[in-house]
């Protein structure tokens, strides 16, 4: 089981010099390694898609790949020293970086989804470093031990769980402070929970007016942090646009409605995490739409489907099951509000119709609630498939 941890860290202010000097590098070598790609590929791409028989092709140029690039970074120190002030693996995660993301690219991801052309990071864009390698020991108490770094107090609000090793550690830099990432990993957590039950399942409806229904007919309304804090957001933002370009002012003014965003986002995902937990409390498995929320979130409902971050919560949501050894069941969403979850009858309705009228059985129920008890058959039947499979 891989779960994570994240705490927020003091450094003395050699520590933050450093740790912003460091993230400064490699943003600098980030753009480098991705501009070679990027040169790489113009030379060797080709407008015209069809040729004579007899041609003549210009040879192609040598790839730039992670193990080249690695490579080159032995000679990165030599023409510039103060880059052995960063740790070797350290460094290292930037050209393993710049080729996941390349590659997405070009290639796409395991699923085929290819993401768009990679973007130089500006200054304070670059806001993450990893140790790939990290020691138990180099963490007890409240203070870390990061290599060229030093010895940085921790604030631990909630201690690892034993048997746990530690696999990575993340560095990152956020609007109120610092934070280390601890990537945690336990082979010996069962995958399924013991005692499982396949009957005790639910189906959950999103939406927009309440967070979700569900096929047991209980609702949490959508509590539209976004909205509540739009007021505060437009006020820190008109401060921002009346600061001057580069003075201290505009700085100070950046800060502060990074917080704001900031403290949205956190209140949005302890909602998230605290929903989630009272779900699997109750189920053993929960069945939810696959919905294509990108898509979703192109529409005029843009502001309200990112403010509700039903994508964030499905994630949260499918990793605390996964941990607890329960299940998240994905199934498709097509005409879950359109079908009668008594007889089956498709009746077609707008989305401002709220209540589900069946003229083949009679069945008058809200329409959320009539999509949460189809998500609910159609998981169950998708969990029994899966189990007897396996």
């Known amino acids: ?77 030599l023409d510039r020293p103060w880059y052995k002030e960063i740790h070797s693996q350290v460094l290292q995660e930037v050209p393993k970086k710049v080729e996941i993301t390349f590659d ?91 005692d499982f039950n396949s009957d005790n399942i639910v189906g959950i409806d999103v939406g927009l007016i309440d967070f979700f229904v569900t096929s047991d007919n209980e609702r949490i309304s959508a509590p539209k942090f976004l909205r509540k804090a739009e007021r505060k957001l437009k006020s820190a933002q008109r401060k921002v646009s ?4 580069g003075s201290n002012r505009r700085k100070k003014a950046i800060k502060k409605l990074g917080k704001q965003h900031k403290k949205v986002a956190d209140t949005r995902k302890d909602f998230h995490f605290k929903t989630a937990k009272s779900l699997l409390d109750k189920y053993d498995a929960i069945a939810v739409e696959k919905l294509n929320i990108k898509g979703l979130a192109k529409t005029r409902l843009a502001k309200s489907i990112n403010d509700a971050g039903w994508g964030q919560f499905i994630s949260i949501l499918s990793n605390k099951a996964e941990n607890a050894g329960l299940k998240v069941i994905s199934i498709n969403p097509n005409g879950t509000s359109q079908q009668c979850s008594m007889c089956g009858h498709k009746v077609k309705k707008s989305l401002s119709q709220r209540i589900h009228n069946c003229p083949v059985c009679h069945t008058s129920i809200c329409r959320d609630l009539n999509a949460a008890i189809n998500i609910k058959n159609r998981g169950t039947h998708d969990l ?5 499979s396996s």
């Open 1 to 77: 089981m891989r779960i994570s941890y994240q705490y927020k860290i003091k450094p003395t202010k050699e520590q933050v010099e450093k740790i912003d000097k460091t993230l400064e590098m490699l943003r600098y070598q980030y753009n480098y390694l991705l501009a070679q790609r990027f040169d790489w590929y113009e030379q060797n791409r080709c407008s015209i898609d069809r040729c004579p028989l007899v041609c003549h092709l210009p040879d192609l140029k040598d790839k730039p790949n992670y193990y080249s690039q690695k490579a080159s970074l032995t000679q990165l120190k």
């Open 104 to 194: 997405r690219w070009l290639k796409g991801d395991s699923n085929g989804k290819k993401s768009g052309r990679p973007r130089f990071k500006g200054v304070n864009q670059y806001k993450t470093f990893t140790f790939p390698q990290f020691k138990h020991h180099n963490f007890s108490s409240n203070i870390i031990t990061l290599s060229k770094i030093g010895n940085v107090k921790v604030i631990v609000h909630r201690q690892i769980p034993d048997g746990f090793d530690i696999k990575t550690v993340s560095v990152t830099k956020k609007a109120d402070g610092y934070y280390v990432t601890l990537s945690l990993d336990d082979k010996t957590v069962p995958t399924v929970k013991h």
């Open 242 to 245: 009346r600061r001057k370009k």
């Open 384 to 388: 029994k498939a899966q189990l007897m």
